[in-house]
């Protein structure tokens, strides 16, 4: 039997995509699962920060256009130049996050697995997912939350801002519908990566879920393991395996396991809706969604699989945590991640 907790302790270490300690994880991971008897193949594919880069690039530009946009308010030009930079600059950030032509930045790139277990002569059926690289920034999960909902009020505000210089001229107390995009901009240009997190909810947990499973099932079970690398470089890991190894997921399901915190509610995010996702809902009794506030491997790996679902459990105060130095081991009884894996392991024997 797996003792989880010191397993915990030796992969909640900070292992930014390229770091050492990033190497030592996934060859700890691999040894786990072979010594459960699971054939590991690796996936090798380069991973980019660059749609990191690309979120601080896009909270510069809404400061560029809350701050052009009053500028040009208050200034003697006709009203036309700040309603025009207004609605042209909401709709380049509008499309940026749709149109990655527009943040191919310059980035360093860095070597990355994913690895890819099954049982020897096993078809898979349903694989059980978790990402095993981790991230520090500035801003925690719940920060940037908060920055990006600060940000996209304040485009609104400049558009208000804009309507209001053409319908009525300038009033100096319309600048306040600027100051949340204002704040937002400042928080987001200067959330820059580090390697500073020890990642313990964010995603050690997750791994050791995939684990708790596979150590419940029996030998002859059609499941296999997909432990994915560059999550936090905006899903690299899980693009590139849909795009390399598409023939792996076609048919099958799904199980992503993304952040299992001790406190809070379970969740059953549906990428693409099937009966094991809710199976997997029923054994857990939560209620499945649809919406999902962040990015996980889930929303990449539904593109190539029958069905898709991302099982989270945490609260509030969770996302103050993560991707943060205090998302450490110590913190953690493991009861969310032994409460999880007995539910699903429940539905997939």
Not at 65 to 72: A, D, E, S
Not at 186 to 192: E, G, M
Request: aromatic share 6%; with cysteine.
């Amino acid at each position: 039997m797996t003792d989880l907790h010191a397993l915990l302790g030796r992969l909640a270490v900070p292992r930014l995509v390229g770091s050492p300690n990033h190497a030592r994880v996934r060859a700890l991971l691999r040894g786990e699962l072979e010594r459960r008897g699971y054939v590991v193949m690796e996936h090798p594919f380069t991973a980019s920060p660059v749609r990191l880069i690309a979120a601080q690039v896009w909270g510069a530009g809404v400061g560029i256009v809350v701050f052009g946009t009053l500028l040009l308010a208050t200034s003697r030009l006709s009203a036309d130049w700040a309603a025009g930079w207004a609605c042209a600059g909401a709709a380049v950030l509008a499309a940026y996050p749709f149109a990655p032509r527009l943040w191919r930045l310059p980035a360093p790139a860095a070597p990355a697995a994913n690895l890819i277990a099954v049982r020897p002569g096993a078809r898979v059926q349903v694989w059980l997912a978790a990402h095993y690289d981790s991230k520090g920034q500035r801003l925690s999960m719940r920060w940037r939350l908060v920055a990006v909902a600060l940000c996209v009020v304040g485009l609104v505000g400049v558009l208000a801002i804009a309507a209001l210089r053409v319908a009525l001229g300038w009033q100096p107390s319309w600048g306040v519908l600027a100051v949340p995009g204002a704040i937002g901009a400042l928080l987001l240009a200067r959330c820059r990566t580090r390697d500073d997190s020890p990642g313990a909810v964010d995603n050690a947990t997750g791994l050791l879920t995939v684990l708790a499973v596979l150590d419940a099932l029996p030998p002859n079970a059609p499941v296999g393991a997909l432990l994915l690398d560059a999550e936090e470089f905006g899903l690299d890991g899980a693009r590139a395996l849909v795009r390399d190894r598409a023939n792996l997921l076609h048919g099958t399901a799904v199980v992503n396991f993304d952040g299992v915190d001790d406190g809070g509610g379970a969740v059953v995010f549906e990428h693409r809706p099937g009966p094991v996702g809710r199976a997997v809902a029923e054994s857990l009794g939560v209620r499945r969604s649809r919406f999902l506030p962040v990015v996980v491997d889930g929303i990449a790996l539904a593109k190539g699989a029958a069905e898709c679902v991302t099982v989270m459990r945490g609260n509030w105060g969770t996302t103050g945590v993560v991707h943060t130095p205090r998302d450490t081991a110590e913190r953690l009884a493991l009861t969310g991640v032994r409460g999880i894996a007995g539910a699903v392991a429940t539905v997939l024997r």
